[in-house]
């Protein structure tokens, strides 16, 4: 039970203070301001250019979750439903793509289908270097990073249906009537709302239309405040991207509603209902594999080739490449440190008021990273302690417990709601106050989960660019901001290595906790 | 291969290490009314599982009306292709879908021509009298209404047999009761070829021509009841 002296209310109510300033704040202040200038705002939105900007991002988020959507809704029924040889190692592999930096995958398509590029070479003419800078362009290399997303979805759903109402289906008809009329329909909220997500991150990008000159509102908050500092007008950008990501969040967690949380699979069998599909499944899982990762690096690899020694790529990126590992872990361990606070109360929270906090960190999970950058400018560049801070290194800090603190709450939610609440209740009648009921309880029997929430927010944070790039101080770059910097004038094959250097970054504690897991199936 | 509507021949099935069913061997002629009976983890449901072709037998022989269903690790038929009507112990109600259009996704799956299908739905809910119930969906109903729609479903295709695997062993006694002799009044009325899966002796009374008694994925009686001396 709840009561105000209790431990459990100074650390929960803690980690609600920082969520609220570091999350909340930020982009409720961005908010207020720009609604107070709304005279400004409506002639913003009347502006044709303005008109183009809401289709083309429109059209990048539409059509990065169709694509995606079609790409990874197959795999993840594969995954569910089709004995696939190695498939943990399959799904891991195919699940990978999502954790690289989009701007990776871009810098790898701009070889692929430059005019003196990969494709270009092979065929001998020049064939895809129309369309390599193009809207569509940045449709298929986003879809490539987020298929996972739906993939993960898809087969989560499809999990969740009892095997016995396929089985009972299966009596009567063949196994494409029963995936078209029973399974589909049953796991359409979760295929749904993974679309939805899909859309809210693709329209969030930042990278990927800025290298492939696409004209969307991420990129132009980022001109407007960058390049022309007009920052009024950055912030009257953000609203109708804010808005447009906070409605689709809404109508995705009300979609998922205590799924998002409650991962928990059903009971009763599996039917293998496509065994006789499993060759050609396994022959897309591997092409998918390969244009999705395998091409990526192989391209990435071949370019770094070029380079004439690793000194020469590593010097004036050494700064960078620590920064980078330092300010991750510290951002990582911060991240965790709050949200499992958070999750812990979420898991313990029921009805709707579980429901509300669910909402609220999938909305802020969806804020733009470019709008979370803007707000956190706004709040902190000031006179006074806030301008103490700005100008330093806590900012970056500040954006990634900004931008991953509400996605591990609810991933540390998941795993605290498998502690049963009797657990709890049988140390505290034995006399256990709170803190240790948590540290000798609770925590051990979700270390897994935080391990995971760790590498996620660690992997995430090592590929954040969209904030990163507005609040570092001057002089101050991570890994992520001097690739995308040095981009137009450094050899690519410089370019190509420290996107590689990245890249091992991120999967080298991926693969780690790969191990980990297995081992303790295995065991 | 024989005149049985259903024959199985030394049917073997093996879960890992475990021996769900030994050697069974069964025949059941059109409009028996069968009743495997046994504890819990003896096979009895494994054995239905595999006459619905939800499982592939590791040995032995399943026929269907003269045509050879499973043999040795292979599946002939297709379970959709069996005409067997099921009665899941947790009744498998398809959640999305309104009473009618649980019936509905039989029907059309047999072809039954769509002008047919409202009044052969219609009727199959009269028999198991919930036809005021059609518009509803399963989370709608009781536990009562639930298992009389799990046996509307079951029927509506007309099927060649019908199997139930404990479909009352949630219930509380009064309504299993009442439901049980439910099943007994639509065995007389249908003459339908019936197997039916439990562990309770009271069932086996009022539903059985013939008690299969199994342990250890074995069968090891077969007796005929009153019921069928009686020749109720």
Known sequence: MWRWQSSRTAVVGAAIVVFVVCCVLPVGYLLTVSLSSVEAFSALLLDARQRQLLYNTALLGTGTALLATAIGAPLGIALARIALPRKAILRLALAAPVLLPPYIVGLAWTYLGSSRGWLATLAGHDLLSAWTYSLPAAIVVLSVVFYPLSMLATEVAMRRIDGRLEEAALVVAPPGRVLSHITLPLAAPGVFAAALVIFVLAVSEFGVPGLLRVRVYTTEVFTAFAALYDFTRAILLAVPLLLLCLIVAVLAAALLGDRLVITRRSAGTRPALFDEWQRPATLGAFVVLTVALVLPLAILVSEAMAAQSISAVLAGSGRAIVNSLVLATAGATAVVGVAVWLGYARARTAGRMGQGADILFVVLFAVPSTIVGVGLILLWNRPGPFGAVYGTDVMLLLGYLARFVPVAALALAASARYVPVSHEEAAAVSGAGWLRIMWGIVLPQIRLGLAAAWVVAFVLACGELGVSILVAPPGEATLPIRVYTIIANTPSSHVAALALLQTAVIFVPLAALGAAMSFREAR | ?232
């Open chain 2, 1 to 232: 291969m024989n005149s049985s509507l259903l024959s199985l021949s030394n049917v073997t099935k093996r879960f890992a290490s475990h021996q769900a069913v030994d050697s069974a061997s069964l025949e059941v002629v059109a409009g028996d009314a069968i009743v495997i009976l046994g504890p819990s983890g003896c096979g009895k449901t494994t054995l239905l599982r595999l006459i619905a072709g939800l499982e592939v037998p590791d040995s032995g022989e399943i026929w269907l009306a003269g045509a050879q269903a499973a043999g040795a690790g292979r599946s002939m038929m297709p379970a959709h292709e069996r005409g067997i009507g099921f009665v899941f112990q947790d009744l498998a109600l398809w959640p999305h879908l309104t009473v009618q259009r649980n019936l509905n996704f039989v029907l059309e799956s047999v072809k039954m021509p769509r002008a047919d299908r409202a009044a052969r739905a219609l009727e199959a809910l009269k028999l198991v009298r919930i036809e005021q119930l059609s518009s509803r969906y399963p989370h709608q109903l009781s536990g009562g209404e639930q298992q009389r729609v799990a046996l509307a479903r079951a029927l509506v295709g007309q099927p060649r047999v019908l199997l139930l695997d404990e479909p009352f062993s949630s219930l509380d006694p009064e309504l299993r009761d009442a439901l049980r002799s439910e099943l007994a009044r639509l065995q007389r009325t249908l003459q339908v070829t019936t197997v039916y899966v439990t562990h309770d002796q009271g069932d086996a009374a009022i539903l059985a021509d013939r008690v299969i008694e199994m342990r250890a994925g074995r069968i090891v009686a077969v007796n005929d009841t009153k019921r069928k001396e009686q020749g109720a």
